[in-house]
Structures are given as structure tokens and as C-alpha cells.
């Protein structure tokens, strides 16, 4: 998955997927954890299929 557009995507990528980066100052490394900001819970996945699989049998 891929942002786009400025500096706020590029944050919520790092965020999402625990990524290193440079700090300005110094130049020094610095690894992120991932801190999720999308994402879906079992209940989530089975309630958007039980909508799709009623929508499909109408």
C-alpha cells in the first residue's frame, strides 16, 4: 500500500507500517514500530461479508 501527496501521507505510512527514517538533525536512523492507523478487526471482515453475501442474493 502506497500514500500519496505531502507530508501528512508519508507520516501515516511510516506509522502504518513501522518504517525507518533519517532524523534531519543528525542524520541518525530511527525505526518506527507499525502503529496501525487502518486496518480490520475479525468482527469488521465478517460483517462486510455477511453485507456483500446479502446484497448478493437479492
Do not use: C, W
Amino acid at each position: 500500500m502506497e500514500f500519496y501527496g505531502g507530508k501528512s501521507p508519508k507520516i501515516a505510512s511510516v506509522h502504518q507500517f513501522g518504517l525507518s527514517e533519517e532524523n534531519r538533525k543528525d542524520g541518525k536512523k530511527i525505526d518506527y514500530p507499525a502503529r496501525p492507523l487502518l486496518g480490520f478487526t475479525g468482527e469488521d471482515v465478517q460483517m462486510i461479508e455477511e453485507i456483500i453475501l446479502a446484497h448478493l442474493d437479492r
